[in-house]
Nanobody, 120 residues
Framework: QVQLVESGGGLVQAGGSLRLSCAAS????????MGWFRQAPGKEREFVVR????????YYPDSVKGRFTISRDNTKNTLYLQMNSLKPEDTAIYYC?????????????WGQGTQVTVSS
């Protein structure tokens, strides 16, 4: 079982930046595909970005491209999401997720989420 704990959320003005972190337990972090999702009030959870164990990165939706950067530090078992030029529409609870190497599911483990609020 993997535990994921997000941190770094908060209240920021539009145009500002935040860096989210996701600390993972266990010894297999480097083998996981890791991802960030978000859920805005009244909306379904949406995929934001993922990074494979080979550091292949997929961003979705287009609105975060060029503003959000995902990275991972396998020596610290930590995933990051650098968010720049934040917009009010980025307001959401942000979740990190992990998928084991041989899993057939989209993701196997989820964190509890961290709130990001962007004021206009």
């Amino acid at each position: 079982q993997v535990q994921l704990v997000e941190s770094g959320g908060g209240l920021v003005q539009a145009g500002g930046s935040l860096r989210l972190s996701c600390a993972a337990s266990g010894r297999s972090f480097s083998s996981y595909t890791m991802g960030w999702f978000r859920q805005a009030p009244g909306k379904e959870r949406e995929f934001v970005v993922r990074i494979t164990r080979f550091n292949e990165i997929t961003y979705y939706p287009d609105s975060v491209k060029g503003r959000f950067t995902i990275s991972r530090d396998n020596t610290k078992n930590t995933l990051y999401l650098q968010m720049n030029s934040l917009k009010p529409e980025d307001t959401a609870i942000y979740y990190c997720a992990a998928r084991e190497a041989l899993s057939t599911r989209q993701f196997d483990y989820w964190g509890q989420g961290t709130q990001v609020t962007v004021s206009s």
